[in-house]
């Protein structure tokens, strides 16, 4: 068994899936297909989601009328046309069409509340991964690559963490050995980032929740490896976007991946490296435009280390300046109370630097922010923050990465140990 990932990009068009079947199309001996919601269509539902949330109905549904319209397209370059070339006005396939009436029904009748925002986040932002593996698997189907479609919301058992949520992992394989047992094909296509509660409540595992996903599912399945099919030659030391002399790298370690993952490099989800070093699985970083090419790969040992250094830029970040009101020590006697109010409200914390009384964190940005900045007030603290700004990690820097990025303006908080190098600025742009 091989686990395969494919990012929103790589599916954002017709000729992206035709894609994917000429690199699927060869394999025996077992495949399963993760695959993410097709080109932009998250962001797209987080707008249906903030019109929904804000009770503006028919704006909501406007937007949803223009995600269907979106994939209509790609439905048409796909279905009821000579070989693969597709026709207009090609029918929207029966399990597509269901997921349009079902989410339809929730923005006409439901009637949200803020409260209980990440969990109407999850119920319709999870209808991207839907949608695209039912075109998939439907095309694949019709071209003879014969797979059966895995609900992952009934395969994937999680905790109650809306937007964030976390893999049972035992209650997981019981479920998803069972999605997959008896079935008279090899290939199976489900959908990345989504699961649900033990109760059936929809649930998501984070934004670029799909590697993780496909993680679980190796480890589950006890794949022989996973790829990841990307828009790049491989692991590169940086975003080629930002930082144009960008350098490739053919082998990681599990531990540089994590390293990498947490600090915002957009490789893989922080999560997905667990799952696999458990159970010793490469994770291979391959080529969508290129299926003979070797990619990099990440497991537990290499034959040499890393010798260049490795640039990563997280955008939208807050930085936070905490202090208690009556000058408690922040770390000996406060951070006990700190930490848990974070986790009450989502935010994950990017880089804590201390001082006797003061703590100062990067956080991503959140529209909880006013909320979780009451909540700290509310035990007690003092508070400040910055908006718009960026955090640069850079691991394994050289002495001339650090002269040209410590001198850099509108540096607010600096880090340096032995190999890493983090400093927190006003966004910037490029390079």
Known sequence: MKVYKFGGASVRSAEGVKNLK????????GLFIIVSAMGKTTNALEVVVDHFMAGRR????AEWTAVEAYHATIIEGLFEGP??????????????????????????????????????????????????????????????????????????VTDQKFKYANVDMEASTVKLREAVA????????????????????????????SDYSAAVVASILDADSVAIWKDVIGVLNADPKIF????FIPELTYLDAVELAFSGAQIIHPKTIKPLQNKNIPLYVRPFGDKMAPGSVIRGQIAAPIEVPILILKRGQVLLQIRPRDYSFVLEEKVGEIFPIF???????????????????SIDKTRRLDELT????GHGFFVTRDEGMELLTIRGYTEPYLERYSRVPGIYLAQRTRKILRLMRKEAGGQ
């Open 22 to 29: 000429y690199i699927v199309e060869d394999e025996r001996g």
């Open 58 to 61: 028919a704006e909501a549904l």
């Open 83 to 156: 070989g693969d070339s597709g026709a207009k006005g090609a029918k929207t396939p029966a399990g597509v069409q269901k997921l349009y009436d079902e989410a339809r029904g929730i923005l006409s009748t439901a009637t949200p509340t803020e409260n209980d925002f990440e969990k109407w986040y999850d119920a319709l932002v999870s209808f991207g991964e839907l949608i695209s593996t039912s075109i998939i698997s439907e095309y694949l189907n019709a071209v003879g690559v014969r797979n059966r479609w895995v609900d992952m919301r009934r395969a994937m």
């Open 182 to 209: 008896g079935a008279d094909v090899d290939v199976f296509v489900g959908q990345g980032f989504i699961g649900a509660t033990p109760s059936g409540k929809t649930t998501t595992l984070g934004r670029e929740g």
């Open 244 to 247: 144009p002399e960008s350098t």
């Open 343 to 361: 986790e009450q409200y989502n935010v994950k914390v990017n880089l804590v630097q201390t001082s006797a009384v003061n703590m100062s964190l």
């Open 374 to 377: 009451r909540a700290l007030e």
